[in-house]
């Protein structure tokens, strides 16, 4: 049975499998949705046609995301920046071939010091209008994700992710990620300042670590959920997990059985 309609779990979650066995182990563990990470397509040279018939057999719904590990869409090194772009590109007509067209894509960050930051907004800003205008050619929505707050991201919060969909078209949506969040914050009121969000990353996290299993960290995952759940939105459990004994993916789906058996009692 599934857990609910509009859970997904990241791929990267089960890492160590091509997606073709991904969707298959998601769907034998009752979740109905996966995130597609190009990456994980492109390493273990997965069949588009499976993933597509797999997808149709179990009824799976797909989101995305794009490239993002080693890239820049914000480089000062304008080489990296068109590789990083093309690559984005190329995530786009993977998720456009998949049919998993809701697609996440990181912002890039800075090169140098903060000082350089409306530089590098100028620069990224440019290089999303690019992709935008190639992703509505492929009928497909990209989602600008607000990264954590460490050295060298730059669209970390409400004001910088707003500033950056004013200068973009009203197609650009946004993915929050839970873990991002700075400390002590109220979500409800935070969730509230950032317009356009059409995705939410959820996992847990600690002082020193990001993307822990639910309820492994400092965040009040059960809370999150509850007021969440009918959203409508895409909650995409994310992790990651290297080994094949699907640790990370059972000890979150451990967790939200625990919390739909407390909202059902």
């Given at each position: 049975m599934t857990i609910l309609h509009n859970i997904y779990i990241a791929s990267p979650v089960l890492w160590a499998f091509p997606l073709e066995q991904v969707i298959a182990i998601v769907h034998g563990r009752g979740i109905g949705g996966v995130e597609v990470w190009a990456e994980q397509v492109w390493y273990h040279r997965s069949s588009i046609r499976e993933i597509v018939r797999l997808k149709d057999r179990f009824q799976m719904n797909l989101t995305s995301h794009a490239a993002s590990w080693d890239l820049n869409i914000a480089a000062l090194n304008r080489g990296i920046r068109r590789q990083s772009i093309r690559l984005v590109k190329r995530s786009i007509l993977l998720a456009e071939a998949i049919g998993a067209n809701n697609i996440t894509i990181h912002p890039g960050r800075l090169t140098l010091s903060a000082t350089w930051t409306d530089w590098h907004f100028a620069v990224l800003t440019e290089s999303l209008q690019e992709i935008s205008t190639f992703a509505q050619a492929h009928q497909a929505v990209i989602s600008v994700e607000v990264m954590e707050p460490v050295k060298k991201e730059f669209i970390i919060d409400a004001?910088?992710?707003?500033?950056?969909?004013?200068?973009?078209?009203?197609?650009?949506?946004?993915?929050?990620d839970v873990a991002h969040l700075p400390r002590q914050t109220d979500f409800d009121d935070y969730f509230a300042k950032i317009k356009r969000i059409n995705k939410i990353h959820l996992s847990d996290r600690s002082q020193d670590r990001y993307h822990l299993p639910l309820g492994q960290?400092?965040?009040?995952?059960?809370?999150?959920?509850?007021?969440l759940r009918d959203s409508g939105l895409p909650l995409v459990i994310e992790g990651h997990d290297d080994r094949k004994d699907q640790a990370v993916l059972r000890e979150n789906l451990d967790f939200l059985r625990r919390w739909l058996d407390s909202i059902t009692k």
């Open positions: 004001p910088a992710v707003n500033r950056l969909l004013s200068q973009l078209p009203d197609s650009v949506m946004v993915t929050l960290g400092d965040l009040d995952c059960a809370a999150l959920l509850n007021g």
